[in-house]
């Protein structure tokens, strides 16, 4: 029988639930009336060749941003060739706050574990792992870190393993996630490293390529360059980029065994330089969108799921990253390519032209900041056709990668020649980038910066 004091204890803890539970109801019934008596709001033209959105940005960088709901922080994980990889703190002011206080973007912790180059990250929410490649610029080996995501921002390294050099890119697949496909920029190599639940990583293949003469490019085509491992919409196919080469090498994936069988490649212009790319999925087609750094090019393709278990590409167009035929600086570079969370619309960056002149971000320089551009498409869904709606200044110069929230809402700019990230707000509906919320500095070349949204403060 259970003693008196247990029986009181019990009935506390019962009627604490309770008020618990009447609490919540009375709050979420309060969030609702308010939200439906939120007014709307509509946009504004800017001048984008001298933009001035962030004239309320604070000496440390950041913009008052009227966002809906409560005050929150959301973290963001940053690399950087310096060797760090850096944790940010994003806070959104609620509100009732908004008009007089600043969105911050502050540094939680530093990491120099990955190693003195890293090049890309990636998440892993369902166990709480980020995945970290180090480039390996001073050879002989490039490396995989494997960390462990705590609730407060650090970062707990867990295992790292050698491969061959320049690992630049990671597609997660296999069940229950346990393998990366690599891309080996520098190392003309695909392959794929297991891990555990513990987190302990173990090579499980590894494929080099080699041309039989260089590329229309001979500079940047003298061997196979693996610039991105993608997973494809099934999880049944990993395909690369080869930047050297002039396709996109195409694996089936096992999702046991973790192997990669090659089939046939996706050919494309010489010279080009395929660089990344992003699916999108209606209900009646697959798209595939196509960046090639070389030529500046987007070309747009519908993908046939063959019977024989190998991908069909039907070329939909092939067009200049800005939409439409622009004259570029003489080593303009295509990077990023993003399709939106809601499959509306289709995000790319460029690199070099500088074809912004922004207000910098400091209020005390006068000096204006050199910025290029990133451009956005919208997708129609029928034809997988794209129609340019904006060009919008990235935030400085070499935006190499950006990453996209959950609902479409922000925009994290990795600028590499700058060593900035900014964050970016942007009209789910529209497609259009609208304000800078936010930015900070980080030491040395920026080359990925990624998005945590299940913190909580």
Same mark, same amino acid.
């Given at each position: 029988?259970?003693? =008196?004091?247990? &029986?009181?204890? &019990?009935?506390?803890?019962?009627?604490?639930?309770?008020?618990?539970?009447?609490?919540?109801?009375? +709050?979420?019934?309060?969030? /609702?009336?308010?939200?439906?008596?939120?007014?709307?709001?509509?946009?504004?033209?800017? =001048?984008?060749?001298?933009?001035?959105?962030?004239?309320?940005?604070?000496?440390?960088?950041?913009? #008052?941003?009227?966002?809906?709901?409560? +005050?929150?922080?959301?973290?963001?994980?940053?690399?950087?060739?310096?060797?760090?990889?850096?944790?940010?703190?994003?806070?959104?002011?609620?509100?009732?706050?908004?008009?007089?206080?600043?969105?911050?973007?502050?540094?939680?912790?530093?990491?120099?574990?990955?190693?003195?180059?890293?090049?890309?990250? #990636?998440?892993?929410?369902?166990? %709480?792992?980020?995945?970290?490649?180090?480039?390996?610029?001073?050879?002989?080996?490039?490396?995989?870190?494997?960390?462990?995501?705590?609730?407060?921002?650090?970062?707990?390294?867990?295992?790292?393993?050698?491969?061959?050099?320049?690992?630049?890119?990671?597609?997660? !697949?296999?069940?229950?996630?346990?393998?990366?496909?690599? +891309?080996?920029?520098?190392?003309?190599?695909?392959?794929?490293?297991?891990?555990?639940?513990?987190?302990?990583?173990?090579?499980?293949?590894?494929?080099?390529? /080699?041309?039989?003469?260089?590329?229309? %490019?001979?500079?940047?085509?003298?061997?196979?360059?693996?610039?991105?491992?993608?997973?494809?919409?099934? +999880?049944?196919?990993?395909?690369?980029?080869?930047?050297?080469?002039?396709?996109?090498?195409?694996?089936?994936? =096992?999702?046991?065994?973790?192997?990669?069988?090659?089939?046939?490649?996706?050919?494309?212009?010489?010279?080009?330089?395929?660089?990344?790319?992003?699916?999108?999925?209606?209900?009646?087609?697959?798209?595939?969108?196509? *960046?090639?750094?070389?030529? %500046?090019?987007?070309?747009?393709?519908?993908?046939?799921?063959?019977?024989?278990?190998?991908?069909?590409?039907?070329?939909? !167009?092939?067009?200049?990253?800005?939409?439409?035929?622009?004259?570029?600086?003489?080593?303009?570079?295509?990077?990023? $390519?993003?399709?939106?969370?809601?499959?509306?619309?289709? *995000?790319?960056?460029?690199?070099?032209?500088?074809?912004? %002149?922004?207000?910098?971000?400091?209020?005390?320089?006068?000096?204006? $900041?050199?910025?290029?551009?990133?451009?956005?498409?919208?997708?129609?869904?029928?034809?997988?056709?794209?129609?340019?709606?904006?060009?919008?200044?990235?935030?400085?110069?070499?935006? @190499?990668? !950006?990453?996209?929230?959950?609902?479409?809402?922000?925009?994290?700019?990795?600028?590499?020649?700058?060593?900035?990230?900014? $964050?970016?707000? &942007?009209?789910?509906?529209?497609?259009?980038?609208? =304000?800078?919320?936010?930015?900070?500095?980080?030491?040395?070349?920026?080359?990925? /910066?990624? !998005? @945590?949204?299940?913190?909580?403060?």
């Amino acid at each position: 029988m259970m003693p =008196d004091s247990g &029986r009181m204890a &019990r009935a506390r803890g019962v009627g604490l639930i309770a008020t618990v539970v009447v609490i919540f109801l009375l +709050a979420s019934f309060f969030l /609702a009336r308010q939200l439906t008596l939120l007014p709307t709001q509509s946009s504004q033209s800017i =001048d984008l060749k001298h933009p001035t959105m962030w004239k309320g940005i604070s000496p440390a960088g950041l913009l #008052s941003l009227g966002l809906a709901g409560s +005050a929150s922080a959301t973290l963001l994980y940053v690399s950087s060739y310096a060797g760090t990889v850096t944790t940010l703190s994003l806070t959104l002011p609620d509100d009732d706050s908004a008009a007089t206080t600043a969105a911050t973007l502050e540094t939680i912790s530093n990491s120099t574990d990955c190693g003195p180059n890293p090049s890309w990250l #990636s998440l892993d929410y369902s166990k %709480n792992f980020l995945f970290c490649l180090d480039e390996g610029f001073t050879g002989p080996y490039g490396g995989v870190t494997s960390f462990y995501t705590n609730d407060d921002g650090t970062l707990a390294t867990l295992n790292k393993l050698d491969v061959i050099q320049g690992p630049v890119s990671i597609a997660q !697949f296999g069940v229950g996630g346990h393998g990366l496909a690599i +891309a080996h920029y520098s190392g003309s190599s695909v392959s794929v490293v297991g891990f555990t639940p513990e987190g302990t990583l173990t090579l499980v293949l590894n494929e080099t390529y /080699a041309l039989e003469g260089p590329g229309p %490019n001979p500079e940047r085509q003298e061997a196979p360059h693996p610039h991105e491992a993608i997973l494809d919409p099934t +999880a049944s196919y990993v395909l690369v980029p080869d930047l050297g080469a002039d396709i996109v090498r195409i694996y089936q994936a =096992d999702a046991s065994t973790l192997a990669l069988t090659p089939v046939a490649p996706l050919t494309v212009r010489p010279g080009s330089g395929p660089r990344h790319g992003a699916f999108t999925v209606t209900p009646d087609k697959t798209y595939f969108y196509l *960046i090639s750094e070389l030529g %500046n090019v987007i070309t747009g393709y519908e993908v046939i799921y063959k019977d024989d278990k190998t991908l069909g590409f039907n070329e939909l !167009f092939v067009i200049p990253t800005h939409g439409e035929e622009t004259v570029l600086p003489e080593g303009t570079g295509a990077a990023e $390519i993003v399709v939106s969370p809601d499959g509306k619309y289709l *995000i790319a960056s460029s690199r070099w032209e500088n074809s912004f %002149n922004i207000t910098n971000f400091d209020p005390s320089n006068s000096t204006e $900041i050199p910025s290029d551009p990133i451009i956005s498409f919208s997708i129609d869904r029928a034809t997988g056709d794209l129609t340019k709606v904006q060009e919008f200044p990235a935030g400085g110069s070499g935006p @190499r990668h !950006f990453s996209i929230n959950a609902d479409g809402s922000l925009l994290a700019v990795s600028l590499q020649a700058d060593g900035r990230v900014v $964050i970016i707000d &942007r009209d789910v509906e529209t497609g259009l980038l609208k =304000d800078y919320v936010a930015y900070t500095n980080i030491e040395g070349e920026v080359t990925a /910066a990624i !998005f @945590r949204e299940d913190y909580t403060l």
